[in-house]
């Protein structure tokens, strides 16, 4: 029979993206777990059949496994929040989609000239300062961030959006190769998104590629920095918001463009409420629907950067449809890490 020849990290990327097992993949597709783990371990080379039989079981055209070896993302070198209640399958399902979002951003960066990143180490920094400092050296002052997805893009931080499959996942975020990313899930409100790019860019600031990014620790400082730097202390300080009823909260939510539940928070954090207003809020927030969802909320923001690189791919000619042949992937898939980008199928 006539063996192919494939990247065999192509094949284990393809599967954990997924979300399959060796086991469950060798009964999807009649082949055995011990022939396919040699396929992914460069041990032994697929029939053309079993090539075929494997691509259509994992949706993924038959040319993304013959192209250039692939690195994984390291686990270590991601912060997953819940991490605890993640199953292997999950997580190796969201950094196998992150690794082939990564191949489209490294065939832009051919293409483009894309921002440089000018993010700066804060390691050891407690979060307030760090958001701060940051929000100061770029400029922000106290104002509120208009879109926070095109102020990281515009500061060199690349973001992609999370297939709706790896939807247990909120967002995470690495420094690959010294270039930072985001990944977001797309579909959670705008308000709580937009704390996302927050909380993933107080790990890039503040853990960078030194700090193991892991723990509730870790976590609870991102969380502290996303609320200091999309809701500075003197911003709110001077809202008058002490003793901030319900309807107040909900109101003032739309300045700092966050959600109830994290201004209520951020209230209590600069002791501009008390302990029982605190939990009394939630509590009739809650009612209000607003732990579920963000009634009357923000549109979801979606990425500036990628969708003035399909407009000049489409001024060239080059559409979604053949960027993604480019790459060995479906149109769908291109489109699930571009926030559903799309101008054309040409």
Do not use: C
Request: no cysteine; proline share 4%.
């Amino acid at each position: 029979m006539n063996e192919q020849e494939i990247a065999p990290t192509r094949l284990k990327i393809a599967r954990k993206r997924r979300g399959l097992t060796l086991t469950a993949l060798a009964k999807s597709t009649d082949i055995s777990s011990r022939s396919l783990s040699a396929y992914e371990n460069g041990e032994w080379k697929p029939t053309s059949e079993s090539l075929q039989t494997i691509a259509h079981v994992l949706d993924f055209p038959i040319q993304f496994f013959h192209g250039d070896e692939l690195d994984e993302i390291p686990e270590d070198s991601v912060s997953f929040r819940a991490a605890t209640k993640m199953t292997a399958r999950q997580r190796d399902a969201a950094l196998s989609a992150g690794r082939v979002a990564l191949m489209f951003d490294r065939w832009i960066a051919e293409r483009f000239d894309l921002p440089e990143a000018s993010i700066p180490t804060l390691t050891g920094y407690d979060p307030e300062s760090a958001a701060d400092s940051l929000r100061a050296r770029w400029g922000l002052g106290l104002r509120p961030i208009r879109n926070a997805v095109h102020l990281v893009e515009a500061h060199g931080i690349r973001v992609y959006s999370l297939p709706a499959d790896t939807k247990s996942l909120d967002a995470f975020s690495l420094a690959w190769r010294g270039q930072p990313y985001i990944f977001l899930n797309t579909e959670k409100s705008g308000e709580r998104g937009r704390f996302d790019v927050a909380h993933e860019l107080g790990h890039l600031v503040m853990h960078g590629e030194h700090v193991v990014p892991h723990g509730p620790e870790i976590e609870a400082q991102a969380n502290a920095f996303a609320a200091a730097f999309l809701m500075p202390r003197a911003s709110v300080v001077a809202q008058g918001l002490r003793h901030a009823t319900v309807p107040q909260i909900i109101s003032a939510k739309t300045i700092w463009r966050v959600s109830a539940l994290a201004l209520t928070h951020r209230l209590h954090e600069l002791d501009l409420t008390t302990d029982w207003g605190y939990r009394n809020a939630f509590v009739q927030l809650g009612r209000l629907g607003y732990r579920r969802d963000e009634p009357g909320g923000i549109s979801r923001e979606a990425s500036l950067l990628h969708s003035k690189v399909l407009q000049s791919l489409r001024e060239d000619g080059i559409g979604v449809k053949s960027s993604a042949a480019t790459l060995g992937i479906s149109v769908d898939d291109l489109k699930s890490y571009l926030f559903g980008l799309t101008l054309t199928t040409a």
